[in-house]
């Protein structure tokens, strides 16, 4: 069944008994209605469940991603991509020869800042971390590092919808709803593109970050909030019993049937829906009681200290939502107010001791987490952000934003750890070599979930619309 | 013969059309030569009126039953009376019916009992609102800029209700055109026409502060502009030629920047149309109301006051010497050196807001609570800004316009003119000077002799009739797009458009008078197999309500809508999870304030307040387009976040309430007929009698058994 040629791509042609009931919700109206549907000879393609598991183009073992994205643009220089000569030309201006970077607030010709902090070979692979990630300087050999993205914009929103949807514009789909569009859902009562911003705030870019853009709005991203509720209209108003609820349901499902023709599989549908909507009620209060998780994971993942409870339990819900079948998770560090991003402008050091505080032991933790429980294998984990920052200053003791090279990074999934790719110059200002855009960005990681980035496109407006455009190319040496 | 468009005289609209296409000559480029070869696709052709077939009385059926008949196959059933007047309804108004309406249909057994209805409903005020939905979203309006910021546009709003007077008013199609494209040039001195050009407008536009690159700025608004014109009118997708010549189109690069060009001396511009009496009184009530705020600001500040001191001077100890040192140097006696540290130091000691009002005590920040408060209910009364159109105007001098290598506007290419695209453009010339290009435009794509304009439109009208163009890619005729089902309806409907000057309510109530738009919707199970996508329209289109039009049904069931047309947007209760998204670095206290008068809030959604990153859940989930690009068909997906904002929302569960208010004091038998009448417009059948009974029986509420009939795939589908 080749569903990304069709018309509709979104919509898998179901054509025997079999793929209809793999297809449903599993609903008991939906079962029924479909025993009528799938009568001999009934060929047309009903459009039952658009989230339905779909085999990607080529093998893959990934199943699940989890994004982390650090809002504001953490400093290469002061993570991953050590740069001494920053110190010898400490107070300077950049040496002739080397093109000074106007940013959003500065011309480029403040003088250079160096790291406040120091570097470290850490693991087998002796790759480099400062001395800001001692948690996940334990995880380095199951991290490829890339050293040279780009993207086009030094403002925050735009290099945001760039690293989300591939470009500078609001309103194109973001990765999270091409990769559930190509690959559906492995969860039947939870979202399959779960969101969690920063409780502070939501990023700069805002839920055009995980919208669907023009495809189906079923794509788009769901946000998941702290609490036992984490969907927005998940439980009924207080004074309505789940009973009372179930009852409306049961009533309301009543009447659908009744309005619905055997053949109308689109009816059929929204019937499926109440139903995996009742699913979810359950599910999802389920899947955020850590009630099930020892004492040794919660404090792995900093559940037992103020600095890093907040992002430990999202990025711990991460993996019990990877272990439930979510395709598509997204968590950021940072939003609302400036003081709780990575938008060091002024007070670097402050700033990114601060974040990193919040962040470190949890990651490293989920890493660990992942691979003990021999999840790491399906689960691509992405790190990054819009931009990282200058060498130069702002303000004196901050860096504006660097969009000409910096670095994220992959593991797990499909990823070849202990390595790092590509290079920044003496500065960490701009890509030496081989520099990667995000339309690379999102080859490579259609690649790794076993998506051709040319195959999985949508019709819109006239153009076969692709998260690469009009391509990418896939950076090999990130893959196993 | 004039073809390749290198005269600079500016000739006459008309004249130049009726030239006929000579042989390429030598001097065209090879692509050149290659774009005229490909001018005989079908939509670029000249429309001809065909011939009706003689098999039906209407010339839609008569059109429509020729592949019909072909197959041994006729309409579907007609439509029930009950169920007509239902579809016919929502249709044309996006609200349901009312019971005396049904009445009378139902007991008016004259023949031309439905063309009166048909009259009564386009006579509706709602059916402009009904229209506009759908005009704004090929146009992909909203009311504030989109991206970080996303401000909102104080004046946009008149745009929107420009179009819906344009509808209600059955304004000829090629004047609504002009006055989008260049009301400014060809109508001066008119504002409805100077509105409407806040169509260049309507698109996103990114809006934040630091060094800017402004000619990346302008590159966004041209392309904005293009693409707005192309997508609406010209059906053709030339913004896929922005950065390489189309690929499967007979589009140039060079054809995408002329026609970015005829906008090279138009500007986006907010221009007063009130009178000099209104601009002073603005001036007036408005210095009243910053006078009422000014003392509450003043004691804000007094309160931070002295935080923001202590923390600066704390901060200020924590300074390096050498910057200390600069800073304590009076300002006159500072080097540039100094200069720049100065200001390194005032910025590192400057304390946040977020740190300023950790300071405070209790006491204090209760006090303050209470000031904003205060602050934020003046607000509510902020004086409505004297009027203005968000519009554009002409710039002195035009810019030149360079095609552009893949589109970077850091790449400049050869310089190009004003002009429209080569394989259409049959000699047609839009004159160099600053002044008049976006006329000469608008007059090309107005003539009668397009071959694109009155096809794009008509299939627009189609298409909200009969739930899918007769192009079922209705802003693309290239040869990505989808052939005509019907290409000589879409000829006879296009000249006839034409020919009934351009009145898009003449299209409409022919498509609506046809036995094609009144028969069921009903499936067959031959016609489902040979015909799934029903490109034979041998029986109606399933249709689902948009989010808009399905709010705006819960709130005429339920009582509560408020019917008042036009004016600025409103902003209706949004879920607190919604309000947290909402992005500010600041304090995040009035992001959303809603209207003094509540009964506002249950205005129809058209005129809510369409805010690009803020979307409203009812509307999101039921696929409202984001407004970034132009949509001309809306996806229809169903899922289960729909089901549960629909039963759990606090408005549906807040208008199940109020609908079963409207109902209290009704016998129970009574109470079911008449909420089935109200949601569905029919009584209850027996089976639904039962149905509610044993609900009731069984401990159910009103309440929950009402929000069950509203959340019912027959109150969501059109019949």
């Known amino acids: 069944m080749n569903f990304f040629t069709s018309p509709e791509p979104h919509i898998p042609a179901v054509r025997t008994r079999r793929d209809i009931l793999r297809a449903a919700a ?48 953490p400093g290469q220089m002061d993570t991953f991509d050590p740069k001494p000569a920053l110190e010898k030309y400490a107070g300077q201006q950049l040496p002739d020869g080397i093109q000074s970077a106007p940013s959003q607030f500065t011309k480029g010709d403040e003088p250079i800042l160096p790291s406040p902090w120091k570097f470290k070979q850490h693991g087998q692979s002796g790759m480099w971390v400062s001395e800001l990630m001692p948690h996940l300087a334990e995880c380095v050999d199951d991290i490829c590092f890339v050293r040279s993205f780009t993207t086009d914009s030094v403002v925050h929103a735009p290099a945001m919808y760039q690293v989300h949807s591939g470009r500078i ?21 939870l979202p399959s593109y779960v969101v969690m911003p920063q409780p502070e705030g939501t990023p700069e870019g805002g839920t055009p970050c995980w919208g669907a853009g023009f495809l189906p709005a079923v794509h788009q991203g769901t946000v998941f909030r702290s609490g036992p509720n984490p969907i927005m209209h998940l439980k009924p108003p207080a004074g ?24 109308d599989s689109e009816m059929a549908a929204r019937i499926s829906a109440y139903e995996l909507a009742f699913k979810m009620q359950s599910a999802a209060p389920e899947a955020v009681d850590f009630a099930s998780e020892t004492e040794a994971t919660r404090r792995m993942y900093g559940l037992h200290q103020d600095r890093t409870r907040e992002f430990g339990s999202r990025l711990l819900l991460s993996r019990r939502l990877v272990e439930r079948g979510v395709r598509f998770i997204q968590v950021y560090s940072g939003g609302g107010p400036v003081s709780i991003q ?22 490293a933790a989920l890493l660990k987490d992942l691979k003990a429980r021999g999840l790491l294998d399906s689960t691509l984990v992405i790190w990054g952000s819009e931009f990282g920052r200058l060498p130069t200053s702002q303000s004196g003791n901050g860096r504006d934003h660097n969009r000409h090279g910096f670095t994220m990074w992959f593991a797990g ?19 030496v070599g081989e520099g990667y855009t995000m339309r690379d960005f999102h080859a490579t990681i259609l690649r790794l979930l076993g998506l051709d980035q040319h195959k999985l496109w949508y019709l819109h407006n006239g153009r076969h619309e692709k998260l690469t455009d009009f391509g990418g190319k896939v950076i090999d040496q990130v893959l196993a | 013969m004039i073809l390749g468009c290198w005269v600079r005289s500016c000739v006459s609209v008309l004249l130049c059309l009726s030239l006929l296409p000579g042989e390429p000559v030598p001097t065209l480029s090879k692509d050149e030569q290659r774009v005229l070869a490909r001018r005989n696709w079908w ?22 039953l020729e592949k019909i008949q072909a197959k041994s196959w006729a309409f579907a059933k007609p439509l029930p009376k009950e169920a007509l007047l239902r579809r016919l309804t929502l249709d044309l108004t996006g609200l349901p019916p009312a019971a005396d309406e049904i009445q009378a249909f139902l007991e008016d057994s004259s023949v031309t009992a439905y063309e009166k209805v048909v009259d009564r409903l386009m006579a509706s005020p709602a059916y402009g609102e009904r229209w506009a939905l759908k005009w704004l979203d090929v146009v992909r309006y909203a009311d504030t800029n989109g991206f970080e910021l996303d401000a909102e546009r104080t004046h946009a709003w008149r745009y929107r209700d420009y179009v819906i007077e344009s509808f209600n008013r059955n304004k000829p199609y090629d004047q609504f055109l002009k006055e989008q494209i260049a009301g400014d040039e060809l109508y001066p001195g008119n504002k409805d026409a100077l509105v409407a050009t806040g169509f260049l407008r309507a698109g996103p536009e990114h809006v934040v502060g630091g060094n800017q690159d402004l000619e990346l700025n302008r590159q966004e608004a041209l392309v904005e502009m293009t693409a707005g014109v192309s997508g609406a009118f010209l059906g053709l997708t030339l913004n896929c030629a922005r950065c390489h010549n189309h690929k499967f189109d007979p589009i140039l690069q060079a054809d995408y920047y002329r026609l970015q060009a005829v906008f090279g001396a138009t500007k986006g511009d907010e221009i007063s149309i009130a009178s000099k009496a209104e601009e002073e009184r603005y001036a007036h009530v408005q210095q009243a109301h910053a006078a009422k705020l000014e003392p509450i600001k003043k004691a804000i500040t007094e309160i931070e006051k002295p935080h923001r001191e202590r923390l600066r001077a704390e901060k200020r100890t924590r300074l390096e010497p050498h910057l200390l040192a600069a800073l304590n140097k009076p300002k006159e006696e500072r080097s540039p050196e100094e200069k720049i540290l100065a200001k390194n130091a005032e910025d590192q000691s400057n304390p946040a807001w977020d740190e300023v009002l950790a300071q405070l005590n209790p006491e204090e920040r209760e006090r303050r609570t209470g000031l904003r408060q205060q602050m934020h209910a003046i607000n509510l009364d902020e004086p409505e800004p004297a009027a203005k159109a968000y519009a554009v105007a002409p710039m002195d001098k035009p810019e030149t316009t360079y095609i552009l290598k893949v589109g970077d506007h850091n790449s400049k290419l050869d310089p190009v003119g004003p002009g429209v695209p080569l394989v259409l453009a049959n000699g047609f010339q839009i004159p160099e000077a600053a002044h008049g290009r976006r006329a000469a435009l608008a007059e090309w794509l107005a003539s009668p002799e397009h071959p694109l304009t009155a096809r794009v439109m008509v299939n627009r009208i189609w298409q909200l009739r009969m739930g899918a163009g007769i192009v079922r890619t209705p802003n693309d005729y290239g040869t990505l797009g989808e052939r005509p089902t019907h290409p000589q309806l879409l000829n006879w409907l296009a000249a006839e458009f034409v020919a009934q000057g351009w009145q898009v309510k003449a299209i409409d109530k022919l498509i609506l008078m046809s036995e094609a738009y009144r028969q069921s919707a009903e499936l067959d199970e031959t016609k489902l197999r040979e015909d799934p996508e029903n490109k034979l329209y041998a029986r109606a289109f399933r249709r689902r309500l948009e989010g808009e039009a399905l709010r705006d049904n819960v ?54 307040l369409n805010k690009r990153t803020v979307r409203l859940p009812m509307m999101a989930n039921f696929d409202q387009p984001d407004t970034m690009t132009s949509c001309p068909v809306r996806p229809v997906s169903t899922h289960a976040l729909q089901s549960l904002s629909m039963i759990n929302s606090d408005f549906m569960q807040q208008q199940s309430k109020a609908f079963s208010q409207r109902l209290q004091g009704m016998p129970a038998e009574e109470r079911v007929h008449a909420a089935h009448q109200l949601t569905l417009g029919r009584p209850a059948r027996p089976v639904e009698l039962q149905l509610a009974r044993e609900f009731l029986a069984q401990g159910g509420t009103w309440n929950d058994y009402l929000l069950a009939l509203m959340n019912r795939n027959e109150f969501l589908y059109l019949p």
């Open chain 1, 342 to 363: 990575w938008d060091a402008h002024k007070d670097l050091k402050q700033n990114h001791e601060k974040m990193c505080g919040l962040t470190d032991q949890p990651i």
């Open chain 1, 26 to 73: 599993h609903g008991f109206g939906a079962l029924a209605l479909q025993g009528l549907l799938a009568k001999e000879g009934y060929a047309a393609p009903p459009r039952v469940n658009p989230l339905a598991p779909r085999e990607p183009h080529f093998p893959s073992k990934v199943k699940s991603v989890i994004f982390l994205f650090m809002v504001g643009g």
């Open chain 1, 240 to 263: 309505v019993t789940p009973e009372q609820q179930r009852r409306t349901l049961d009533l309301l499902q009543k009447m659908n049937e009744l309005d619905t023709h055997p053949l």
């Open chain 2, 43 to 64: 939509s670029f052709q000249k429309v001809v009126r065909p011939e009706v077939p003689p098999l039906a009385a209407h010339p839609v059926d008569a059109f429509l």
């Open chain 2, 555 to 608: 709130l005429a069931v339920s009582g509560m809508l408020n019917p008042k047309r036009g004016g600025p947007p409103i902003k209706t209760p949004i879920e607190p999870e919604v309000y947290d998204l909402i992005f500010t670095e600041y304090e995040a206290d009035n992001l959303w304030p809603l209207p003094k008068d509540r009964s506002e809030m249950y205005r129809r959604s058209i005129y809510l």
């Open chain 1, 169 to 189: 514009l609001m309103g194109f789909p973001s990765m999270g709803a091409w990769v559930t569009y190509g690959l559906g859902s492995e969860s039947d009562n």
């Open chain 1, 413 to 431: 999934g499909g990823v070849k750890g202990g390595q790092a790719i590509g290079q920044t110059d003496d500065f960490g200002l701009y890509t």
